[in-house]
Antibody
């Protein structure tokens, strides 16, 4: 059974870099058919797709975040990662990782709350 | 891309049917048959309920159905049950170089 698990710091200072890792278990991240993506949800608000990566290294990013986002993949560890630079309070959110099909995200990790605060 | 438009809330009594709409444009909902729907209970991760407009993943009750007409997709839940009370989000493919754009979410209340 495919499972995803986010990990990383729960608190990041303003202007610093948010870093999260998603560990995939139950299947190989080296799937030709799927991308692997990050989605976030500010407290009490809706979902926002951040970016996705294929094991080959091909990436797609949300245009509104493209200048600050990097998604990378480590096939040897069956992991993919998110870096978001120059964070502000507006980046406070639950960050989810998920396997990505054609606009369908399934399954999802349990989510990781990241708070941006000094 | 702009977020897809969903009603903020809908409600229904147990046993009734409710429909949640999701309106986009010809660049997303209307242009592709790649609309998905997610159910999210408080404090939980979203769960895929419908993909490719109307396909149900294994394990999703057939009370949940999806459809699309023009630039608007819809999720219908029939035979409402108490456990259906949750937030629901639609998502659509919006072309190359994107994995999708989400709707703002709809809170379903089972009266």
């Amino acid at each position: 059974q495919l499972q995803l698990q986010e990990s990383g710091p729960g608190l990041v200072k303003p202007s610093e870099t948010l870093s999260l890792t998603c560990t995939v278990s139950g299947d190989s991240i080296r799937s030709i058919s799927y991308y692997w993506g990050w989605i976030r949800q500010p407290p009490g608000k809706g979902l926002e797709w951040i970016g996705s990566i294929h094991f080959s290294g091909s990436t797609y990013y949300n245009a509104s975040l493209r200048s600050r986002v990097t998604v990378s993949v480590d096939t040897s560890r069956n992991q993919f990662s998110l870096k978001l630079t120059f964070v502000t309070a507006a980046d406070t959110a639950i960050y989810y990782c998920a396997r990505v099909g054609y606009s369908s995200f399934d399954p999802w990790g349990q989510g990781s709350l990241v708070t941006v605060s000094a | 891309q702009s977020a897809l438009t969903q009603p903020r809330s809908v409600s229904g009594s147990p046993g009734q049917s409710v429909t949640i709409s999701c309106t986009g444009t010809s660049s997303d909902v209307g242009g592709y048959n790649y609309v998905s729907w997610y159910q999210q209970h408080p404090g939980k991760a979203p769960k895929l309920m419908i993909h490719d407009v109307s396909k149900r993943p294994s394990g999703v009750p057939d009370r949940f159905s999806g459809s699309k007409s023009g630039n608007t997709a819809s999720l219908t839940i029939s035979g409402l049950q108490a456990e259906d009370e949750a937030d629901y989000y639609c998502c659509s493919y919006a072309g190359s170089y994107t994995s999708g754009v989400f709707g703002g979410g709809t809170k379903l209340t089972v009266l």
